[in-house]
Nanobody
Framework: QLQLVESGGGLVQPGGSLRLSCAASGFTLDYYDIGWFRRAPGSAREGVSC????????KYADSVKGRFTISRDNAKNTVYLQMNSLKPEDTAVYYCAADRRDPCSFGAYYGGYSYWGQGTQVTVSS
């Protein structure tokens, strides 16, 4: 059974940092593009970042450029999202997604992924 599990969310003060992890089970992430998405209360889902299967291509939403960094460790079958300088407007449930059809080539906002995790809550508040 193919599963993606996000972890690392929590409550953080504005200006703080969190690192989210997306771990795969039941399959290897080596050949999959990975995307990170988020959904804030009352808002539509939005793309945050993505990384190609080789790690050679990364894309970011304008709202997180310079603050978030996506990376992958295929040996650990895990993708990370390092989030720095967090703002209250970053508060959302964050999801990772995986697909072999090179969706990251279409940019960070493209949501055409086959496999999705259950999400992890990130709350930025003082």
């Amino acid at each position: 059974q193919l599963q993606l599990v996000e972890s690392g969310g929590g409550l953080v003060q504005p200006g703080g940092s969190l690192r989210l992890s997306c771990a795969a089970s039941g399959f290897t992430l080596d050949y999959y593009d990975i995307g990170w998405f988020r959904r804030a209360p009352g808002s539509a889902r939005e793309g945050v970042s993505c990384v190609s299967s080789t790690g050679g291509r990364t894309k970011y939403a304008d709202s997180v450029k310079g603050r978030f960094t996506i990376s992958r460790d295929n040996a650990k079958n895990t993708v990370y999202l390092q989030m720095n300088s967090l703002k209250p407007e970053d508060t959302a449930v964050y999801y990772c997604a995986a697909d072999r059809r090179d969706p990251c080539s279409f940019g960070a906002y493209y949501g055409g992924y086959s496999y999705w995790g259950q999400g992890t809550q990130v709350t930025v508040s003082s």
